[in-house]
């Protein structure tokens, strides 16, 4: 009889100490993430690291930072380790995941016969891939080119970061 009310009291102990250990985790993550900077950034790809930072080869490290376009002062890129982000009169407007080649793929050309032997970044988003040929990337001047597209070259300035 004694052991009958022994197992409900050590399960109604055990049953609290949990509670207690769910309830200071609960509290603990909501503190946390009350403290977390909100960002407006899409979920991080595979494979990234620590802090969701997409590590840069070292040719495509010069393209980090912001680029005005010359024929259209509104228009700004941005580019992040593994991101890219389009801004127009200072709205974003797209930020997609980018992926660095240093060899553009088959998959970037309408003939799909094979890798070129030329840099560039792809980008997806819900819409497809787009891939952009690197023409010139400089301290200062940055030109990409649309492959697929209508193949004119876009022309960037770097801007100063303050």
Known sequence: MRYSLLLPALTLVASASWLVSCGNESSYNTAYASTAPLTDTIPEPYGTTMKGA?????????????????????????????RYISYYGGEKIVEEVMHYHANCPAECTTSHEGAMEFPCFTIDSEYGSSCFALVKVSENTLELSLL???????????????
């Not at 840069?56 to 380790?81: C, K, M, N, T, Y």
């Not at 697929?148 to 303050?162: A, F, H």
């Open 54 to 82: 997409v590590p840069v080869p070292s040719a495509f490290a010069p393209l980090l930072g912001r680029w005005q376009s010359i024929v259209d002062p509104e228009e700004v890129l941005h580019f992040l380790p593994g």
């Open 148 to 162: 697929g597209g209508p193949g004119n070259t876009l022309s960037y300035q770097r801007l100063i970061e303050e």
